[in-house]
């Protein structure tokens, strides 16, 4: 009865209506796995309704995953002289709240010790490097420029650095404040040696100091580099590393790979990588994307597709090619950018290896140099993609080296600003919860255009489909009425 008494307006607003959430869900379920690469729907059962229905639960699965381990980035660059310069023109942050926090907690690691109290100047700069925000850090020091504090400031050479990493506008005038900085970091640097084995605080404040006159050298270099003085920005990286052999944690052998290649002198480069391309090491973009380049560039000027398909890949060729899948399986976000497939962006402080930020760190420096050698990118561009092919699985086994980690993702999207799109390795299938709302969205608004076009057939076939949907209820309830008494039936239907 209830049945013949729907209009077909009814079921125009009821598939329009359907239509329309459904619609909504859609929109919702696609910016959320575009923004956090997962689905709303399948996150919010695997995290809170599993657990109740008995399932596994989520911090038995969060735990299994490895933790990525973030780098700091070797050639990061400088804040005040060229992130900020970048917000200035463009409106936009290039770095993450998470990244410049990492970058605070490594400059306390680094320019802090327990016995900063014994110096006044370090005392005040201790505080400064718990400053989250930059004009904060610098506000904090703005006591040292006062002439009663004009002896703290020429003997603290954290405070020149911070100076010069935050507030230099220009490369050069940064250079000029580092330079202040290396006088009074190498006079802290040779009074703590001599007593470093005088007890344990000594000896941390020595440590404190040698990892500020290292800093200070480095960025000197990199300095140099940047202003065209690259000659003299390699003597200073290779001096630097035969002072503080044992200092490997800046890395200072990729800003010399790369400073290398800028003068093209591959021989050395070569030199470099049979260093430090060793198993016993951990790898980098920098070092396997760089062997392969000294690889390429003995074949890759007279390579050609159709010859090689001809004739096969000679000696040469094949270890070119093997050294571009080495690299590539690596590292599989390099390439892209590298063939110009997706845009650059300034590259964070800190990176996490195999992952997209250090695929934007390397491409950001690198680029210039395959594209300087002819045929390079030709040749990585016909063969990059037949690494996917040794691998089928990488998340489960790699071929030379450990499966891809499943956590890179995650931490990229930390690492680099929102309106950078985050490189995705290997490619994820759409969720399933996205694939069903669309599917119902499609199918509910076809069902509202039929009935708008269509209303008495439509109205008959939805009395149809609903008759045979109620058919086996009804006749539980006529099976019901023939067993039951009548007299208790009638006390039942009038509950």
């Not at 290396?182 to 005088?198: D, I, P, T, V, W």
């Not at 037949?386 to 499943?406: A, N, Q, S, V």
């Amino acid at each position: 009865m209830f049945l013949n008494t729907l209009t077909p307006k009814f079921y125009v607003a009821l598939t329009g209506t359907s239509s329309l959430i459904s619609g909504l869900i859609l929109i919702f379920e696609w910016w959320y796995f575009r923004k956090y690469g997962t689905s709303f729907i399948e996150q919010v059962s695997v995290s809170h309704l599993r657990p109740l229905l008995g399932g596994v639960d989520s911090n038995s699965n969060r735990q299994s995953v490895s933790e990525c381990k973030v780098w700091r980035n070797p050639l990061n660059l400088f804040r005040g002289a060229e992130y900020n310069r970048y917000t200035w023109v463009t409106g936009r942050e290039p770095l993450t709240y998470y990244d410049m926090n990492l970058s605070a907690q490594d400059h306390q690691t680094f320019f802090t010790c327990d016995s900063d109290h014994l110096r006044p100047a370090d005392a005040i700069m201790q505080k400064a490097w718990r400053e989250r925000n930059p004009q904060a850090r610098i506000s904090a020091i703005d006591i040292l420029s006062l002439p009663l504090s004009l002896s703290l400031s020429l003997s603290c050479a954290t405070a020149y650095i911070l100076l010069a990493e935050e507030e230099a506008t220009t490369i050069m005038e940064a250079e000029r404040l580092f330079k202040q900085a290396l006088k009074a970091g190498e006079s802290c640097y040779r009074r703590s040696q001599q007593l470093q084995h005088h007890g344990t605080q000594y000896e941390a404040q020595h440590r404190r100091d040698t990892n500020v006159l290292v800093y200070i050298k480095r960025r000197l270099a990199m300095c140099s580099r940047k202003l065209g003085r690259t000659r003299e920005a390699v003597k200073m990286m290779r001096d630097l590393m035969k002072e503080f052999p044992l200092l490997s944690m800046f890395n200072i052998h990729e800003n010399l790979l790369e400073s290398l290649l800028e003068l093209q002198n591959y021989a050395d480069v070569q030199a470099v990588l049979a260093k430090y391309d060793d198993i016993s090491l951990p790898k980098s973009a920098t070092i396997c994307y760089t062997a392969a380049l000294l690889k390429a560039r003995a074949v890759s000027d007279k390579f050609s597709p159709e010859a090689a398909s001809r004739r096969g890949l000679s000696t040469a060729e094949m270890n070119a090619v093997e050294a571009i899948h080495r690299a590539v399986e690596f590292n599989p976000h390099v390439p892209k950018y590298l063939l110009e497939m997706k845009s650059l962006i300034l590259p964070p402080e800190h990176i996490l290896k195999r992952g997209d930020s250090e695929a934007i760190a390397y491409a950001f420096f690198h680029l210039q140099h395959w594209k300087r050698v002819e045929g390079a990118l030709n040749l990585l561009h016909c063969t990059w993609e037949g690494t996917f092919r040794m691998i089928p699985y990488p998340l489960e086994k790699g071929h030379l080296f450990y499966p891809y980690p499943i956590c890179t993702e995650t931490a990229d999207r930390e690492l680099l600003p929102m309106f950078h799109e985050v490189s995705v390795y290997p490619k994820k299938e759409l969720p399933f919860f996205i694939l069903f709302t669309a599917g119902l969205c499609s199918f509910t608004a076809m069902l509202a255009l039929l009935t708008h076009q269509f209303p008495e057939l439509m109205g008959v076939f939805a009395k149809a489909f609903l008759s045979t949907l109620f058919a086996p209820l009804n006749f539980i309830m006529e099976k019901v009425e023939s067993i039951l008494p009548s007299s208790l039936w009638h006390q039942l239907t009038r509950i």
